[in-house]
């Protein structure tokens, strides 16, 4: 996971948060729709930096024990990031 957000944070440096909702909680696992928005100004995935601005939606769903996030599975949206910077047609 770490390697992937690495990756997303270098070409999109100015990542921000533009929502998270809905947040679900039952005992021990959460999950959270968000969508995030930057500029690609780095390489992504072997794509040379565009400068087109990109929202980027994913679900997130932790499981928590004692305190600690011990298990993580996302699934982000990635056509839809390479479609808005022109990698593959829409």
């Known amino acids: 996971m770490r390697?992937?957000?690495d990756t997303v944070r270098s070409a999109f440096s100015d990542l921000q948060?533009?929502?998270i909702e809905p947040?679900?909680?039952d005992g021990n696992l959460e999950c959270?729709?968000?969508i995030m928005t930057g500029t690609h100004t780095g390489d992504f995935v072997g794509i040379a930096p565009t400068g087109?601005?990109?929202e980027i939606a994913g679900i997130d769903i932790i499981r928590v024990d004692d305190g600690k996030v011990a298990e993580h599975w996302g699934v982000t949206d990635t056509l839809k990031i390479m479609q808005q910077i022109g990698a593959v047609p829409s």
């Open 32 to 34: 959270v729709h968000g």
């Open 23 to 25: 947040f679900l909680a």
């Open 17 to 19: 948060i533009k929502s």
């Open 3 to 5: 390697f992937y957000i």
């Open 52 to 54: 087109q601005s990109v």
